[in-house]
């Protein structure tokens, strides 16, 4: 069984049944408590990670990142609850998804993420409200630290894999390895974004201690009037 929400969309029924459980209803939008958080089902809040074709090498060094190109998308959508894999050849369908988003979601999403999917949109993906975590973290602690020491810190656990990985599975045709890896990086992705938004704060791990890093992360507000247009392939 699903419900029809504010905005359209069939939310399935499991998250339907914490819905009438554990919410109130606020003029029209739905909030629902997981693991302690409460979210607003009716914000389009969209977790992406994307993986390439190409290396740094293979493109002439670091700030080409337009030269890199999509081998996929991976995006979690908290309006469905879903995790959705996009290969290049279905950017079509994901440039609406992001352009309607109310925020958002990544781990150095601003100078990566959004540098290799430009070329493929008709609009600029850095006016769509973002949290970049890997910027917030870097406002605290005056330097950048991976998306892995976060994870063992903050969740107990790392990443599947590397980036590097990730292109020798596109150029040996792996897609199924390919879209997994990218998908547990999304996965990591909301889970320190949960866990920051809950506690207001990170754990990382430098060496063999484990630090905190104090984090105050807004809720996104909803966009009024949001229009989409077709992405350019």
Do not use: W
Not at 12 to 35: D, H, V
């Amino acid at each position: 069984m699903c419900v029809r929400t504010n905005r359209g969309a069939f939310a399935p029924a499991i998250i339907i049944k914490q819905c009438r459980s554990n919410s109130t209803q606020r003029s029209g939008f739905y909030f629902a408590k997981f693991f302690g958080i409460l979210f607003d089902m009716s914000l389009k809040k969209i977790v992406i990670d994307l993986e390439t074709q190409k290396s740094f090498q293979e493109v002439g060094g670091r700030g080409k990142n337009h030269l890199l190109k999509v081998s996929v998308a991976v995006i979690f959508d908290y309006t469905t609850g879903k995790y959705t894999a996009f290969e290049e050849h279905e950017m079509p369908k994901l440039a609406p998804i992001l352009q309607s988003a109310d925020q958002i979601i990544g781990y150095n999403i601003k100078d990566f993420d959004f540098e290799v999917i430009q070329p493929y949109l008709n609009f600029n993906i850095r006016e769509i409200p973002y949290l970049d975590l890997l910027e917030e973290i870097e406002k605290v602690l005056q330097h950048r630290i991976k998306l892995e020491v976060v994870a063992q810190g903050t969740l107990g656990s790392g990443k599947s894999g590397s980036g590097l990985e990730a292109i020798l599975y596109y150029q040996n045709g792996r897609m199924d390895l390919l879209k997994k890896y990218c998908t547990d990086d999304v996965k990591i992705t909301k889970q320190i974004y949960d866990y920051a938004l809950k506690n207001g704060k990170l754990l990382y791990k430098d060496f063999f201690k484990t630090k905190e890093i104090p984090l105050k992360l807004a809720e996104a507000r909803p966009r009024v009037g949001v229009k989409t247009q077709a992405a350019l392939f």
